[in-house]
Nanobody, 125 residues
């Protein structure tokens, strides 16, 4: 069973930066396409970014140019560098894993079988 643990969430001011990490264990990390999702209070969980083992990463329009997703397969770790944070970025952030053989859409919650417990990001104005 693949296990995912996020870290790095915090409270920051408008315009600040954070880097989230997601460490995987239990399975071969490189066998998974990885995604970041977020869920604000009372809102649906939505995709933020996704990254495979090659090719271009994918981003939601709302974070393009501000967030950067990356992965280190040797460390079985996924990252999300978040710059120019805005109050509307406030949410619980989740990492998720989808088998590279699954062929699902990166932005759909239902494409991912494995989820972390989430880490809270709060951006104050």
């Amino acid at each position: 069973q693949l296990q995912l643990v996020e870290s790095g969430g915090a409270s920051v001011e408008d315009g600040g930066s954070l880097r989230l990490s997601c460490t995987a264990s239990g399975r071969i990390f490189s066998n998974y396409y990885m995604g970041w999702f977020r869920q604000g209070a009372g809102q649906e969980r939505v995709a933020v970014a996704g990254i495979g083992n090659g090719g271009l990463p994918a981003y939601a329009d709302s974070v393009k140019g501000r967030f950067t997703v990356s992965r280190d397969n040797a460390k079985s770790t996924l990252y999300l560098q978040m710059n120019s944070l805005k109050p509307e970025d406030t949410a619980t952030y989740y990492c998720a894993a989808m088998s590279v053989y699954a062929g699902g859409s990166w932005s759909l919650v239902r494409s991912y079988k494995h989820w972390g417990q989430g880490t809270q990001v709060t951006v104050s104005s």
